[in-house]
């Protein structure tokens, strides 16, 4: 048979602020020839001589509606031993790319008021983009586990369609938990019955990207036998990876792209013609025109169910992922904490990517200690550890009992005449600026001018400060013009000194669009501009139609004065000694949400407009 699996190649509810307390998992009789040394399972099976198979496994779903239940397939790689007395714990990754993805274009609707714009639509994401792959088998199964990958609905070799989040896909994967512990029905590849009588019945799911949402969709079912989830850049809503507080917003690098056209992409399986219809219901339900929440976006949320989680939950994100952002992690994280539900966080300075890939060594550590205690029930103090690991800069990582950082107090600056303060200013004056759809939210960061922007900077820092959580904005404002959007962007602003943008890439040395990688760029860069550097920490987008709820939009009277709440990204940045904080206000994000035609006033009373940051103590600045 030919090898299934694929591999890089290995080096061989507490509240917020409170200390989590969980009751450790009983420990059973060791697995005879499972091997524990210093708290860890040892490589003592022989990774060439495991036994490797595919079944296929019946859901509860007919999600093609062809008169009978969906199968899905997977492909199983185990230790031989297991043909015999041994049972083994199951580490499950979950995927809709395991057979690639097809080139499907994105939608040329974002810019609304320029219908000759769609030529300048790129197409989906590729294949490269979207894949994590993985070491799983040839590490783990030495030590005594079996590991399971297995294709999504309508994907690869599983029946059914791709729903991009919808509950015939959580509940694919979750018939693979009940297969592993006996309770669906499998088929071997000539149709004969197949149970997983190697199954201790104890599972793990994990995964990065969509194979890290579907752990989160199937944890939230709340599934008998489901231990444990590492889910890692994954979504815990799927309106807020294609939408934001009413408005259509992409996510980053992806214009155009929403649940059809994902669905396409990952629409691999046999015959994929008889998913015409369920791809049709997804262009039309998801609603590219109002944004608004809908009984089909909360059957992709899987916050609400986060009181039925039974696994615990080892949770990684980037501080820097545009794709998946930040809120995905941060409401998961906040609704597993409100439910009492065991957990750990890694938070880093990169973007869409794994721990893997930075900090090996300790991810692999800290992964196999976690699987080890909760699959095999090592008791080796895992959970003792603090929670919350947090790069606070690149290579720069510290150990927290919490996350956000114990102590965070919500702190208010307002938006005053040219400057951000702790006490209102320009009471009863207001500032106004024009939106320009053309002009990045970068260009308008850098930009001194301020035509197309309002900016609103601190005095520089007289020491470091340190934002754990979820800023928040109330705006007093008027906009008359075709752009029903508010973006806030927070802002770091250097000053005489290099500013990155997450963990640095490539060569890439210092910021500033098309400046080459190279050792003297930042110095020519603010000789030649007198631009100070800087970096968007976070942002946040408002529909203002939606300013009174997500589910109902309401057309604003034209130059009429609201006041306008939302929030931001939830974020972990230290600010510098020297830096300013700086909020910057303006109406199109060009790269994230829809372009309307250029004009629209943006008019904001100053002095009674404010943002509040989450600062850790001794942090305000």
């Known amino acids: ?321 545009w794709n998946v952002k930040t809120q995905h992690f941060g409401q998961w994280w906040d609704a597993l904490a409100a439910n009492g539900v065991p957990r750990k966080i890694w938070l880093h300075q990169g973007g869409h990517t794994t721990p893997f890939y930075f900090r090996r060594a300790e991810w692999v550590e800290t992964l196999h200690k976690w699987f080890d205690y909760w699959l095999h029930r090592v008791q080796n103090g895992v959970m003792s550890e603090p929670m919350a690991d947090v790069e606070l800069t690149p290579n720069q990582w510290q150990a927290y009992r919490n996350w956000p950082v114990p102590g965070s107090k919500p702190a208010s600056y307002f938006l005053g005449p040219d400057a951000l303060t702790r006490k209102p200013a320009g009471v009863g004056q207001t500032a106004t600026f024009v939106d320009a759809p053309s002009r990045t939210a970068e260009e308008l960061v850098e930009d001194p001018s301020g035509a197309n922007r309002l900016a609103f900077l601190t005095e520089p820092l007289a020491a470091p400060v340190h934002l754990s959580g979820t800023p928040e904005l109330s705006v007093r404002a008027g906009l008359d013009g075709r752009s029903p959007y508010l973006t806030a962007l927070l802002v770091d602003y250097g000053e005489g000194e290099r500013v990155f943008g997450g963990r640095p890439t490539g060569d890439v040395d210092c910021l500033g669009p098309g400046i080459p990688g190279d050792p003297g760029c930042f110095e020519r860069y603010v000789h030649d501009t007198g631009v100070t550097p800087y970096e968007i920490v976070s942002r946040g987008w408002l529909d203002v139609r939606n300013r009174t709820s997500i589910w109902r939009s309401e057309p604003i009277t034209p130059g009429k004065q609201y006041t306008f709440e939302w929030g931001m990204q939830p974020q972990d940045h230290v600010f510098p000694a020297g830096h300013r904080i700086g909020i910057v206000l303006i109406s199109t994000d060009r790269d994230y949400t829809l372009r309307y035609r250029a004009g629209t006033e943006v008019d904001v009373a100053l002095g009674v407009s404010r943002v509040t940051l989450p600062l850790a103590r001794g942090g305000a600045g």
């Open 1 to 321: 048979m030919r090898r299934l699996f694929s591999s890089p190649g290995l080096l061989s509810a507490a509240l917020v602020g409170a200390a989590l307390v969980v009751t450790a998992p009983a420990a059973p009789a060791q697995a005879a020839g499972v091997v524990i040394s210093g708290g860890v399972t040892q490589p003592v099976f022989d990774y060439t001589q495991a036994i490797r198979e595919r079944v296929f496994i019946e859901t509860t779903v007919d999600s093609d509606f062809d008169g009978r239940r969906d199968r899905v397939e997977a492909r199983i790689i185990r230790p031989k031993e297991t043909e015999g007395r041994l049972k083994v714990p199951t580490i499950f990754e979950p995927s809709p790319y395991w057979a690639g993805i097809n080139n499907v274009p994105n939608h040329d609707d974002i810019d609304r008021d320029d219908p000759g714009a769609s030529a300048r639509r790129s197409s989906a994401r590729s294949e490269e983009d979207i894949l994590f792959y993985g070491f799983l088998d040839n590490y783990f199964v030495p030590r005594g586990y079996a590991v399971v990958v297995a294709d999504s609905v309508g994907s690869g070799g599983s029946d059914g369609c791709p729903t991009s989040g919808g509950r015939n896909e959580t509940l694919g994967m979750k018939a693979v938990v009940d297969w592993l512990t006996g309770r669906a029905r499998g088929f071997d590849e000539d149709g004969r019955p197949a149970a997983a009588r190697w199954s201790s019945g104890r599972v793990g799911m994990t995964g990065a990207s969509y194979n890290g949402t579907l752990p989160n969709a199937v944890a939230s079912t709340g599934v008998h036998g489901l231990e444990t989830i590492v889910p890692i850049a994954a979504i815990s809503s799927w309106y807020d990876y294609y939408r934001a507080n009413g408005g259509v917003v992409a996510p980053g690098g992806y214009q155009g792209e929403d649940t059809d056209i994902l669905a396409k992409a990952v629409l691999t399986r046999q015959n994929p013609e008889v998913c015409a219809g369920v791809m049709a219901d997804l262009e039309r339900e998801q609603d590219r025109v109002t944004g608004d929440y809908s009984r089909f976006w909360h059957e992709r949320n899987y916050v609400p169910d986060a009181h039925k989680v039974k696994a615990s939950v080892l949770l990684v994100h980037g501080l820097t992922d």
